[in-house]
């Protein structure tokens, strides 16, 4: 064979080899599946000292196809990672600087407000990344150059960090959002088009920093621009190469048959996989498809009307529960049992709630009550615990559902609560509509509900200690699943105080008054949160549409104050109402209202918001008299002249 046939075939060879090993890298699955990139997520998980929100859900696929990914915080799209978004969570540790490299596809990177620490990763391998924001935690160190090889980056925030050293000189065309602000920051501001668009805000808090905006102040140190690699001469090299090039013959030999050899051990290997890969994603797709059915069950069980019933296994709560040896402690004496009895109830799952799964128990020659299993709260004490629970029961109104007594040990935390017949707010405003079964839900009765609701909020809001986490937001999540109705149909609300116990990141993922306007621009909240929570609550039954902050899993729900907003500026008011409410004319006038109390509890503005015991007044001085002759009138002789003109223009803009 001469040379240069010999040295054909082998980069021939060679080239076989790295595709067939490419192609394994990335086809290892039908499903896109990278391992390479579930190793780098589990790695940066790793380092966390407490990821204990991702160990229970990062676990199994990771992502499948263009489906919805498995794992919280990821975004995928064709089974390739584009997003990794972990805000708010109280992540501490440090992340390797090589923590992304595998991570190619990275389009959007957030680990914003946390307490992270170490020096910023390199992003060298992540030339998709688009949107970085690194803000609110502790890193430290210079700003990695690598950045400024990311030619698609469009938003940089690293912000209230502990960063120090030189500004680089970024100059991407596509740069629109920059804050480094209060850092540790120091040298001339690089004189780029990009960087010099941005004004002062984006550079505050760095006392050494100069130039650009600040330009009351003068620069006595220079930076050198080091962010592109110095050439060296490769001639030495080149000489030294050539005089080697004998030396390579014998050895590209024995590479030329080792690369057979194992080019054959990997296609064999890479249909094995392929094969067992299938197997894999087809069991998980029926798992998948059972776990849907069952699902879609228990929505349309959530979603009865108060006249239907359940059709349940018959079982003990002992065999949900596992309780070792305590007391239950009730409050007051209304009621009192044993544990035994309680283990022995007939017991029925009522669902998930956001913190505890909830059961009711019928007690054998006993009263029926509502079992709650507290879960993700806060590492209290047990004094502590005790103290915050005794609290909430002390908490003694009509309209609020009532804590009976509470179970305390290590392992186990239950909250004992009377058991409201006929069920939530929820299913009486959505359950069963279209169906003949359902009965309307009549003005008079919502106003009614409305008014109790008031009341529950205004005791909450004025008997609030001072020395609880709770005296902040006194309910905190209050929306229309946790509103419930009595035998008598009297409002009982539930789920208060629970601020007092809930950890944190938990609380602002999953209560009511975290997705207020205020939280999500300031990260705070008050108490006027919860009036922002009633307003969303008014709006819900007004219009009878699911909102976004109390629609059940797998239901979507809608922004109501955006929704109604745009329907009052753009005229289309008669949609507004709920047509079980807009066929009483005589109502008009009380719905317009209250639609207009509930557009001032939604302001973006938390001043500008009326306070609770307002609010009640307001409540009440609406007229719930409503002509039994106009009930059913056809809805589009309904809406009367004046919610057309002045009156929808003053819920626009509504006088204070």
């Not at 290590?410 to 405003?429: H, P, Q, T, V, W």
Request: glycine letters at 6%; one cysteine or more.
């Amino acid at each position: 064979m001469s040379s240069s046939n010999f040295f054909k075939y082998h980069v021939v060879l060679f080239f076989m080899v790295k595709l067939c090993t490419v192609g394994i890298a990335q086809d290892d699955s039908p499903t896109g599946y990278h391992g390479s990139e579930r190793d780098a997520l589990l790695a940066i998980r790793a380092e966390f000292n407490n990821p204990k929100l991702l160990q229970k859900n990062w676990t199994s696929l990771m992502c499948y196809m263009n489906n919805t990914p498995n794992w919280y915080g990821i975004s995928c799209i064709n089974g390739r990672v584009t997003g990794l978004v972990l805000e708010n969570f109280g992540l501490t540790g440090k992340l390797k600087p090589n923590a992304l490299v595998n991570l190619t596809q990275l389009q959007t990177l957030s680990f914003k407000n946390n307490s992270i620490s170490g020096n910023l990763m390199d992003f060298s391998k992540n030339q998709n990344l688009k949107n970085i924001d690194l803000s609110g935690n502790k890193f430290d160190g210079e700003i990695s150059s690598s950045l400024l090889r990311l030619n698609s980056l469009e938003s940089l925030q690293v912000q209230n960090n502990n960063l120090n050293g030189p500004i680089p000189g970024f100059n991407q065309s596509t740069l629109k959002v920059f804050n480094v602000s209060n850092n540790n920051l120091s040298g001339e501001i690089p004189n780029t088009t990009a960087l010099q668009k941005f004004g002062p805000s984006s550079y505050k808090g760095n006392e050494n920093l100069c130039g650009g905006p600040f330009t009351n102040t003068t620069c006595t140190i220079k930076y050198s621009d080091t962010s592109g690699p110095s050439q060296s001469d490769n001639s030495q090299n080149d000489s030294s190469n050539s005089s080697k090039s004998s030396m390579w013959t014998p050895i590209l030999v024995v590479i030329n048959v080792v690369s057979v050899v194992v080019l054959l051990f990997l296609v064999i290997y890479y249909f094995k996989k392929t094969k067992k890969l299938k197997r894999i994603v087809m069991n998980k797709n029926t798992r998948l498809m059972e776990v849907e059915k069952i699902e879609t069950s228990k929505m349309e069980t959530t979603t009865m009307t108060p006249t239907e019933t359940r059709s349940v296994e018959s079982r003990s709560v002992g065999s949900e529960v596992e309780l070792e040896k305590g007391k239950l402690i009730f409050f007051g004496s209304e009621i009192k049992f044993e544990v035994d009895d309680l283990l022995s109830a007939s017991a029925e799952g009522l669902g998930k709630g956001n913190f505890g799964d909830c059961y009711k128990a019928m007690l054998v020659d006993g009263p029926t009550v509502v079992v709650k299993r507290l879960r993700d709260l806060k590492p209290l004490s047990n004094d502590e615990f005790v103290r915050q629970v005794r609290a909430i029961g002390d908490m003694k109104h009509p309209n609020l559902l009532a804590l009976l007594g509470y179970y305390n040990t290590k392992d186990e935390k239950l909250l004992l609560l009377k058991f409201a017949r006929n069920g939530s707010l929820y299913n009486r405003i959505h359950g069963g509509k279209g169906t003949r079964d359902r009965i309307p839900f009549r003005w008079s009765t919502r106003l009614s509900v409305v008014r109790g609701v008031a009341r529950a909020l205004e005791y909450l809001h004025l008997n609030c200690s001072s020395s609880t986490a709770a005296a902040i937001v006194p309910h905190g999540n209050l929306k229309s699943s946790n509103v419930f109705l009595d035998e008598n149909d009297e409002v009982r609300v539930a789920d208060y105080g629970l601020t007092s116990l809930i950890a944190l990141p938990i609380a602002t993922q999953r209560m009511v008054s975290y997705r207020s306007p205020e939280y999500l621009s300031y990260k705070k909240v008050s108490k006027k949160s919860d009036i922002w929570s009633f307003g969303c609550l008014l709006l819900e039954l007004l219009t009878g549409r699911v909102s976004l902050h109390s629609a059940s899993p797998r239901v979507t729900g809608a922004d109501l104050c955006s929704w109604v907003h745009r329907a009052v500026r753009e005229e289309w008011t008669a949609e507004i109402f709920d047509t079980e409410i807009a066929v009483q004319r005589s109502a008009n006038s009380g719905m317009l209202r209250l639609l207009q109390i509930a557009l001032r509890c939604c302001d973006k503005s938390p001043e500008k918001r009326p306070e609770v015991s307002e609010l009640l007044r307001e409540v009440d001085s609406i007229n719930d008299t409503v002509l039994d002759s106009e009930d059913e009138e056809d809805l589009s002789l309904s809406m009367d002249q004046s919610m057309t003109d002045d009156s929808i223009a003053a819920v626009s803009t509504p006088a204070r």
